[in-house]
């Protein structure tokens, strides 16, 4: 089969690397790259899971938080005289 495809730098980097030091082709560098790959797929990755902490009651009241950090954004970019 004959394809077109675009290559990041460092992955074109590696194929020419991997071409100089075994004389191979670029064709057969990449079909050897994909099969590589394509054969030992990341499967066996665990997913991300993010990890939380009970931080206790907040010392501030939160309940107004986002106007207040509307208000300071607003007074710091000038759009509102400060008190």
């Known amino acids: 089969m ?4 675009t290559l990041e730098p460092d992955v074109e980097a590696l194929l020419k690397q991997s071409m ?3 004389g191979i082709t670029f064709k057969d560098a990449v079909n050897e ?3 590589a790959g394509l054969a030992n797929p990341v499967e ?7 990890r939380s902490f009970h931080m206790g009651v ?3 009241d939160l309940t107004k938080a986002l ?3 509307d ?11 400060r008190k």
């Open 20 to 22: 100089r030091k075994r």
């Open 2 to 5: 004959r394809t077109t495809i």
């Open 44 to 50: 066996n990755v665990p997913p991300f899971k993010q």
């Open 71 to 81: 208000e300071l954004d607003d007074i710091a970019h000038g759009w509102l005289p």
């Open 67 to 69: 106007a207040l950090a």
């Open 33 to 35: 790259a994909v099969r």
């Open 58 to 60: 907040p010392l501030v």
